[in-house]
């Protein structure tokens, strides 16, 4: 059984900068692909960005390039997006998530795990 735990959501004014962390515990996740994802009050979940587990390739929404980055801790089993230059727009429930498969997928169908969520709200 795999568990996500998600932390560090809060409020933060536009511009400002925002770490999220994902613990992942369970069986090994050297063929997983963890994802975060996000989903605003009206909206459905959105694809944010993906790592995959064990080679660390990357891949991102284009509303997200260049301001968030995902990375991971192999040792610790955290996944982590730094999010920087926050807007309004990315006020949401982040959610983290994870794809048995390593798929490199942007679709939340292809990822099996879920974790709570955590909210982050950006002020402008």
């Known amino acids: 059984q795999v568990v996500l735990v998600e932390s560090g959501g809060r409020l933060v004014q536009a511009g400002g900068s925002l770490r999220l962390s994902c613990a992942a515990s369970?069986?090994?996740?050297?063929?997983?692909?963890m994802g975060w994802f996000r989903q605003a009050p009206g909206k459905e979940r959105e694809f944010v960005a993906a790592?995959?587990?064990?080679?660390?390739?990357?891949w991102y929404d284009d509303s997200v390039k260049g301001r968030f980055t995902i990375s991971r801790d192999n040792t610790k089993n955290m996944v982590y997006l730094q999010m920087h230059s926050l807007e309004p727009e990315d006020t949401a429930v982040y959610y983290c998530?994870?794809?048995?498969?390593?798929?490199?997928?942007?679709?939340?169908?292809?990822?099996?795990?879920w974790g709570q969520g955590t909210q982050v709200t950006v002020s402008s």
């Open positions: 369970g069986p090994t996740f050297d063929t997983y692909a």
């Open positions: 790592i995959t587990w064990t080679e660390g390739d990357t």
């Open positions: 998530a994870a794809s048995v498969s390593g798929v490199r997928a942007t679709v939340a169908a292809a990822y099996d795990y």
